[in-house]
């Protein structure tokens, strides 16, 4: 087998063992009809930079994460387009095809969660929604372990001011800063 | 600080729980997935490719058949219908429709008895390019007035000219006006018009507009 299809094996590989969550970050951060097109973009550049791509399992599907973040903060600043190879998946990801928990399970902690500062709510997210961990959601974040643990309980500590006001003791949340 | 760490609990299963609703992963949705992963190396290679290639000649005009419409294929279809040759176009384009509706308009299975010949229309067409307006209402017009020079004449013959509907007069001019810019692809590109006609080319494509085939 040659060096190129070793290369190119090893790229489907991660992106494979990665897509289902990845489509998931983007689902949780800009819907279901947007989600494909991101996650089309952030498996184009994936190939695009694959001789980036890290031997190891876990260093790789951080490395993906790290160009979905680049991804979506990119179509956040406008730079959304419509990619056909994303059309079949559209197809499957509409709010029909959605069953069980009702769309608007939750908003309250969503909405709140929404509130929070921007660096914080993106913690909360990738920790409670995505599944990482605070290191993981650190290293994402490019913050340090510290950083990161500081924000976590801040951001819980503004979370639990909004959600039980009645069970919670005034507390000074520190500014922070990117 | 028992009742703290409860609260933590509580909190953390809500935000857990907080997450909204994502697509169920249904074999439909992985295979779609793992179609994605492969055709996005495909996507990402393909203008390197197109940039190694040379071409050494230089041009004529090229007569490419463009034949609209699937015989047999079901209205009423989505953009998974598209017929299997053009899942994966060589072209793609959008533009309105005379009546206001927005339609596709996509050409594949590109023949010649040339390889390169293919390869180079293949490498000329565009995917998900809006076709130029004006280029369309003044091709369009310009059908038009043709069309209703060549009515006179042949009622002057006392023969009847085949009806022919704005509408279809309006998506032959869309067919055109991409034809014309694939042709001047090509010869910016520096290929052979001459060489293509005569290895002789056909390029079949397909209309949808609100999803339905235009026949």
Redesign the interface.
């Known amino acids: 087998m040659s060096r190129r299809r070793d290369h190119?094996n090893a790229?489907?590989h991660a992106?494979?063992l990665s897509?289902?969550d990845l489509?998931?970050y983007f689902?949780?951060r800009v819907?279901?009809d947007d989600a494909?097109d991101l996650?089309?973009e952030t498996?184009?550049t994936?190939?695009?930079r694959s001789a980036d791509l890290p031997a190891s399992q876990v260093e790789a599907r951080m490395w993906l994460y790290g160009i979905a973040r680049n991804v979506l903060a990119n179509a956040e600043r406008g730079g959304r387009?419509?990619w056909?190879?994303?059309?079949?998946?559209r197809?499957?990801?509409t709010p029909q095809?959605?069953?069980?928990?009702?769309?608007d399970?939750?908003?309250e902690?969503?909405d709140a969660?929404d509130r929070l500062p921007k660096d914080q709510a993106e913690l909360?997210r990738l920790i409670?929604?995505d599944g990482f961990t605070i290191a993981d959601a650190a290293q994402l974040c490019g913050i340090p372990d510290s950083t990161a643990r500081s924000r976590y309980q801040s951001a819980?500590l503004r979370?639990?001011e909004t959600?039980?006001p009645d069970?919670s003791e005034p507390t000074q949340i520190p500014a922070i800063r990117c | 600080m028992s009742e703290n760490r409860d609260?933590?609990r509580s909190?953390?299963q809500?935000?857990?729980?907080?997450?909204?609703?994502?697509?169920?992963?249904?074999p439909?949705?992985?295979d779609?997935?793992?179609?994605?992963?492969?055709?996005?190396?495909k996507?990402?290679?393909e203008p390197a490719e197109r940039r190694r290639r040379s071409w050494k000649v230089a041009g004529l005009s090229i007569a490419t058949a463009v034949m609209l419409g699937g015989a047999g294929v079901a209205a009423a279809a989505?953009?998974?219908d598209w017929a299997w040759w053009l899942q994966e176009p060589d072209g793609?384009y959008y533009f309105t429709s005379l009546s206001g509706d927005p339609c596709e308009y996509r050409v594949g299975q590109i023949e010649s008895t040339d390889p390169d010949v293919a390869q180079a229309v293949r490498d000329a067409f565009r995917?998900?390019v809006t076709v130029n307006q004006d280029a369309i209402v003044a091709d369009w017009e310009a059908r038009l007035a043709e069309y209703a020079q060549f009515t006179a004449d042949q009622e002057a013959l006392g023969v009847e000219a085949p009806a022919r509907s704005d509408e279809s007069m309006w998506i032959m001019s869309v067919s055109r006006v991409v034809d014309t810019q694939m042709r001047a692809d090509l010869v910016a590109q520096g290929v052979d018009a001459a060489a293509i006609q005569e290895a002789g080319l056909a390029v079949r494509g397909e209309i949808r507009c609100n999803g339905e085939i235009v026949e």
């Not at chain 1, 056909?84 to 998946?89: D, G, P, S």
């Not at chain 2, 935000?15 to 697509?23: D, Q």
């Not at chain 2, 779609?32 to 190396?41: E, F, G, I, K």
């Open positions: 190119d790229v489907l992106i494979s897509s289902i489509l998931g689902e949780y819907g279901r494909p996650l089309a498996m184009t994936a190939w695009r387009r419509r056909r190879l994303a059309n079949k998946l197809a499957l990801t095809s959605i069953v069980g928990v009702p769309a399970a939750g908003i902690i969503r969660v909360v409670h929604w819980k979370l639990r959600l039980e069970r | 609260q933590s909190l953390d809500l935000l857990t729980r907080a997450a909204p609703p994502r697509t169920p992963i249904t439909q949705v992985e779609a997935l793992a179609r994605m992963t492969v055709q996005a190396h996507q990402e290679r989505t953009a998974d793609a995917e998900d």
